[in-house]
């Protein structure tokens, strides 16, 4: 009855069929098996009954055993060129071509085959074509199976023009579609496959992405850190880029307002980026130092909440980071001696540094301050060593030491 040329007849046959296949576990194989495929196809290719026939086609390859058989595998290209062709005025019939698409995808055979490239091409144009969201969802998702299963696909993909259109959507105001969309660029740049179509608007793109989500909704869209992060771990040149410098303040602020999945990829990257300070040139080492240094509070705060896992890496930033370290003298205790006051004065040597003094001397006091960098404020009442007053009393200083990223 799908070879009819009575429309009435398809349609009966079509509506039989799907009812069929909703009812009966077993239909959709005896379908296929008995030509259904060929046949739904070519109503698509002759525009009669698209909708109907998109419908049961994608009904059919969403069947786990279907999709296993020989003629799953010749259904790409046709449902490629139906999704191309300009008579194809159904935008219900291009959604379920889409969505069949998206079925055969996640067959890692079918995905690999010859013909998936026509169909990584297809889901480009229909993502270029000013498609509804719910169009976009679907080619997304598509191309992210066709692509992580094939570098064929992947520079299909890109030389279609898909990575601008990508790195476009990734500016959705829909959180959902910006973040597969990040995942998809995620999975075309996972290798060097596409080293020559990585940019710096790429990161540009990511970056403002990631700023939308967290000043409009106050939230950290994590696949866009995870794809950031996968960038600047295969493409080692971006390092260096304005891109990355200007990423930065954003990974920081994500940090402050992120889950624990989004702290651990952020913690990543800066450490990530932070490997590469020592060969780049001076000015944008400095640079990108200075602006990951507005993380010093969150960092020390996260020292006293963070797993375990993550104390390693915040260590790292916190003592390679430029901060200001202020030490200040509060008080001084026992310092009068019986013969008359005293004219003291405290000085501050730090490492090889020049020294520091208020006014006079009675003592020597050693202060170990490495804890300051990871608490941020460090304070106690501290002995002067070898001196003593007649009474036997201890000489003290009371001292609090900061480490901050204020700049002085």
């Excluded at 930033?317 to 009068?336: D, E």
């Amino acid at each position: 009855m799908l070879r009819s040329s009575v429309e009435n007849t398809l349609k009966v046959a079509l509506n039989a069929l799907m009812v069929q296949e909703k009812t009966e576990i077993s239909s959709a194989e005896l379908m296929a098996e008995a030509g259904a495929i060929d046949a739904l196809l070519d109503l698509l290719r002759s525009h009669r009954c698209e909708e109907a026939s998109a419908r049961l086609l994608e009904a059919l390859f969403n069947n786990t055993r279907v999709r296993e058989m020989k003629a799953s595998k010749y259904a790409i290209a046709p449902l490629a060129q139906y999704l191309l062709d300009p008579q194809t005025r159904s935008q219900t019939g291009r959604l379920l071509a889409a969505l069949a698409l998206g079925d055969l995808s996640q067959h890692e055979g079918l995905a690999r085959a010859t013909d998936s490239v026509s169909a990584c091409r297809a889901l480009v144009t229909l993502l270029e074509d000013q498609p509804t969201e719910e169009m976009i969802m679907v080619a997304v998702c598509a191309l992210q199976n066709f692509v992580i299963r094939s570098r064929t696909n992947r520079r299909a993909v890109a030389e279609a023009g898909g990575v601008l259109v990508i790195q476009e959507l990734v500016l959705s105001p829909n959180s959902e579609v910006a973040a597969q969309a990040a995942l998809l660029i995620k999975f075309l740049f996972s290798n060097h496959t596409l080293q020559e179509y990585v940019s710096n608007e790429l990161i540009r793109s990511l970056t403002a992405a990631l700023e939308r989500e967290l000043w409009s909704t106050a939230t950290v869209n994590e696949e866009v850190l995870r794809t950031i992060h996968v960038i600047f771990s295969n493409f080692h040149k971006l390092h260096i880029s304005e891109a990355a410098t200007l990423c930065i303040p954003h990974l920081v602020a994500a940090l402050k307002s992120g889950s624990e999945a989004a702290q651990d990829s952020i913690l990543t990257t800066l450490c990530l980026l932070k490997q590469s300070w020592s060969t780049m040139p001076l000015d944008v080492s400095k640079s990108q130092a200075m602006v990951a240094s507005e993380a010093i509070p969150i960092l020390q705060m996260l020292m006293k909440t963070c797993p375990p896992s993550f104390h390693e890496r915040v260590e790292s930033l916190l003592n390679c980071l430029p901060g200001c370290l202020t030490v200040t003298i509060k008080q001084a205790n026992n310092l009068k001696q019986v013969m008359g006051g005293t004219n003291a004065f405290c000085r501050l040597t730090i490492g090889n540094g020049p020294s520091r003094h208020t006014k006079t001397t009675l003592g020597r006091v050693t202060i170990q301050i490495d804890k300051v960098v990871s608490e941020g404020v460090y304070s106690g009442l501290f002995s002067l060593s070898h001196d003593t007053n007649k009474d036997s009393s201890s000489r003290t200083l009371e001292i609090e030491i900061t480490w901050s990223n204020r700049v002085e």
